[in-house]
Antibody
Framework: VQLVESGGGLVQPGGSLRLSCEAS????????MNWVRQAPGKGLEWVAN????????HYVDSVKGRFTISRDNAKNSLYLQMNSLRAEDTAVYYC??????????????????WGQGTMVTVSS | AIQMTQSPSSLSASVGDRVTITCRAS??????LGWYQQKPGKAPKLVIY???SLQGGVPSRFSGSGSGTDFTLTISGLQPEDFATYYC?????????FGQGTKVEIK
């Protein structure tokens, strides 16, 4: 059971990058999936998530209109297209599976599987 | 966005100590909160979900409580492998928001 991110690297401000997260050993096509980032020496920041069939997506305000989350269930893959990148987007980006647990008619997030992270550096 | 405030930001404790970390939400979030442990250079690990439900495989010395705006994570009998940074995360609404983290260090 694992998630493996790729696609990180060094990009100039204003540039674009596409991150990928490949899943294996888990029921990818039935899971909400998330991107979470961590700037160097800082805390965790939730970035975006996507419903199992791709029909629902949510973003943190700071990336709306610049980042797009998507998935390909046939390839067990999650993506994050990042455009108009800024220095403040520099971070390790993690993908995380949400086990989405129901207890007494309420759905709860439970990010139980995480990738190892991929570093994105935005700098000239 | 809901703001999550953890306290303290860091603490020093000894093996065997009882440790309590607090997370306060800027508005009521029922019990829609999780706790995550992160060690340096590693991905976070789920500890608690739904404020008080222990994730499978996590030792029973970890416990969570709270509802509304105030939540706690307690480690009863700190072990060497528990030294890490802990984050709360609200899943009541969007955007999801983390607390700033609490670093648990060895005294």
């Amino acid at each position: 059971v694992q998630l493996v991110e790729s696609g990180g690297g060094l990009v100039q401000p204003g540039g674009s990058l596409r991150l990928s997260c490949e899943a294996s050993g888990l029921t990818f096509s039935s899971s909400w999936m998330n991107w979470v980032r961590q700037a160097p020496g800082k805390g965790l920041e939730w970035v975006a998530n996507i419903y199992s069939d791709g029909s629902e997506k949510h973003y943190v305000d700071s990336v709306k209109g610049r980042f797009t989350i998507s998935r390909d269930n046939a390839k067990n893959s999650l993506y994050l297209q990042m455009n108009s990148l800024r220095a403040e987007d520099t971070a390790v980006y993690y993908c995380a599976r949400d086990r989405d647990i129901m207890l007494m008619d309420v759905w709860y997030d439970a990010f139980d599987i995480w990738g190892q992270g991929t570093m994105v550096t935005v700098s000239s | 966005a809901i703001q999550m405030t953890q306290s303290p930001s860091s603490l020093s404790a000894s093996v065997g100590d009882r440790v309590t970390i607090t997370c306060r939400a800027s508005q009521a979030i029922r019990n829609e909160l999780g706790w995550y442990q992160q060690k340096p250079g590693k991905a976070p690990k789920l500890v608690i979900y739904a404020a008080s439900s222990l994730q499978g495989g996590v030792p029973s010395r970890f416990s969570g409580s709270g509802s509304g705006t105030d939540f706690t994570l307690t480690i009863s009998g700190l072990q060497p492998e528990d030294f890490a940074t802990y984050y709360c995360l609200q899943d009541y609404n969007y955007p999801r928001t983390f607390g700033q983290g609490t670093k648990v260090e060895i005294k």
